[in-house]
């Protein structure tokens, strides 16, 4: 009888290792893979990491590498986020790495090894369709840790190679795993951030890996009154109230932002809430197309719930949504993903 292979995408952190210790008791023939993508300044993360994931790798008693995708990563991940920041957009880096670095390093090693599957922590499930004849992504079990919405860029034919045994576990059961297997970063904590920003501060990020700052400007109404002035437009983003440093007599929030005028219009809350949006670079999963309008719940941010919506692909490829409720804060650069119950039908990146 034939071992299946599998290459399971170590972190360091508990949820892969985790992953890495049910594939093995599934009987699948294991290895463990680190891509070493960023190391974050001043600090010995990145070594830590790889310590950690070596060690759990030990353990469970699989075969263990590191490769070096650095370059790959500064130039695919991080040059883009920042050059949709500089045009005014607010992009979301992990996905991006998903599409352009993860998936794609798994899928090579997976040819490389003859393997049959990837494995990553993620929350989130795959399943065959045998109705519609088609492997589904789908949402975690445990809705409070679902990722499915950073995998919408996953491609149809990949879903049949990828395994995510975190997609039917709790966060606690995950971790009690980890715990009983005496796994050494059974106690670790999840990483929050952005990996290259782990403070949060993307303006400063920014300014320093460009090594220049932004012009400060106008902070003006919707009517062109100027209220202030900013410090830089890369440092402000859509629904953002705190740290504008004005003196309002009541609440105001950016709604739009001008990089040609070197601008940021501040607003009221009601006047960030729309109906639609339109995206591109549109991937679909569950379908083949949307030709007509069709029923969905939507999310245009990760810690959003799914707003009911109708979808529809325009001639020209670009993905039309209309709420049924206007949604706070719709944000270009940002990505619409497009859910049928607990099916991922698809997404895009918002205009």
Do not use: W
């Amino acid at each position: 009888m034939l071992v299946e292979k599998a290459i399971i995408a170590l972190s360091g952190g508990v949820d892969s290792s985790v992953c890495a210790h049910i594939m093995k008791t599934r009987g699948y023939g294991c290895e463990g893979v680190m891509f070493r993508l960023y190391d974050k300044h001043g600090e010995n993360v990145a070594d830590s990491d790889i310590s950690d994931a070596e060690k759990v790798a030990e353990k469970v008693g699989i075969p263990f590498s590191v490769i070096d995708y650095r370059d790959d990563f500064k130039r695919k991940v991080i040059d883009e986020f920042v050059a949709v920041y500089e045009k005014g957009g607010t992009p979301n880096p992990c996905i991006v790495c998903n599409r352009v670095i993860k998936f794609e390093l798994l899928f090579n090693r997976l040819k490389e090894k003859n393997a049959d599957k990837v494995v990553t922590g993620h929350y989130a499930r795959v399943e065959y369709d045998s109705k519609a004849g088609r492997y589904l992504l789908k949402k975690a079990v445990d809705d409070s840790k679902d990722q499915s919405y950073v995998l919408y860029n996953l491609k149809k034919d990949q879903l049949k190679n990828i395994i995510f045994p975190l997609g039917e576990l709790s966060k606690s059961e995950a971790r009690h795993i980890a715990e009983k297997e005496g796994f050494v970063n059974a106690a670790k904590r999840d990483s929050q951030d952005i990996c290259f920003v782990p403070d949060g501060n993307y303006g400063k990020f920014i300014e320093e890996y460009r090594g220049k700052s932004f012009p400060s400007g106008d902070f003006v109404s919707e009517s062109g009154h100027v209220i202030g002035q900013h410090k830089g437009i890369i440092h402000y983003t859509i629904g953002q109230r705190k740290g504008l440093g004005l003196a309002l007599p009541c609440p105001m929030y950016v709604v739009k932002k001008d990089v040609f005028e070197n601008k940021v219009v501040l607003g009221y809350n009601d006047e960030l809430f729309s109906d639609s949006l339109t995206a591109k670079d549109v991937n679909l999963i569950s379908v083949d197309s949307i030709d007509t309008p069709m029923r969905v719940d939507a999310k245009v941010r990760y810690s959003q719930k799914a707003q009911p919506a109708y979808a529809v692909l325009l001639p020209d490829g670009r993905l039309s949504v209309k709420f049924d409720q206007p949604q706070r804060a719709i944000t270009p650069g940002q990505s619409v993903v497009l859910y049928d119950g607990d099916i991922v039908v698809g997404g895009g990146v918002i205009e």
